[in-house]
T-cell receptor
């Protein structure tokens, strides 16, 4: 399995500000995914990030609100922009592995927006 | 109707019990089925995954997929207090390269 780290592990932010979350993997991966897990709910995919191309966003999520970078095969960032209390959530990155049939998840970033 | 339905529980069982966790789904294109365990304040941890129909066993855990009924199950034998967590089913038409559709998660508590 992949070893995935995320920074920060948690943060408390003021509304109207932005936070960038980092995801680092211990080996090269083709695809990285960003999910959101709102309080008491399950995981919802925000976007898929491939190295060298624009991220692909799911319905209901837009690039202006959640810009994503994928500068290389082991790293990605998700920015939550112009935050509101409704953005309070756990943000998780996940990765596929070559010839794997599933995804492995990072520990998550707990975000509270006041 | 959600694509994946999972009873959120909570489910409370005594130590040593056999636990049965289930999900139903509506999209017949799903081919890959996974179970994740998520402890409080942690990321989801992959427990098991299966492709198409059939059973898969790993230690105390058994995953079953019945595509004809669009129904998947996870059985935990000899449950332990350390099994207390939220169990999430997830599925996809194309494995790890595609987005996963998650159930709501079932909270399990195993008491000594």
């Amino acid at each position: 399995s992949a070893v995935i780290s995320q920074k920060p592990s948690r943060d408390i932010c003021q509304r109207g500000t932005s936070l960038t979350i980092q995801c680092q993997v211990d080996s090269q991966v083709t695809m990285m995914f960003w999910y959101r897990q709102q309080p008491g709910q399950s995981l919802t995919l925000i976007a898929t990030a491939n190295q060298g191309s624009e991220a692909t966003y799911e319905s209901g999520f837009v690039i202006d609100k959640f810009p994503i970078s994928r500068p290389n095969l082991t790293f990605s960032t998700l920015t939550v922009s112009n935050m509101s209390p409704e953005d309070s959530s756990i943000y998780l990155c996940s990765v596929d592995r070559e010839a794997q049939e599933t995804q492995y998840f990072g520990p998550g970033t707990r975000l509270l927006v006041l | 109707q959600k694509e994946v339905e999972q009873d959120p529980g909570p489910l409370s069982v005594p130590e040593g019990a056999i636990v049965s966790l289930n999900c139903t789904y509506s999209n017949s294109a799903f081919q890959y089925f996974m179970w994740y365990r998520q402890y409080s304040r942690k990321g989801p941890e992959l427990l098991m995954y299966t492709y198409s129909s059939g059973n898969k066993e790993d230690g105390r855990f058994t995953a079953q997929v019945d595509k004809s009924s669009k129904y998947i199950s996870l059985f935990i034998r000899d449950s332990q207090p350390s099994d207390s967590a939220t169990y999430l089913c997830a599925m996809s038409p194309a494995g790890g390269y595609n987005k996963l559709i998650f159930g709501a998660g079932t909270r399990l508590a195993v008491h000594p």
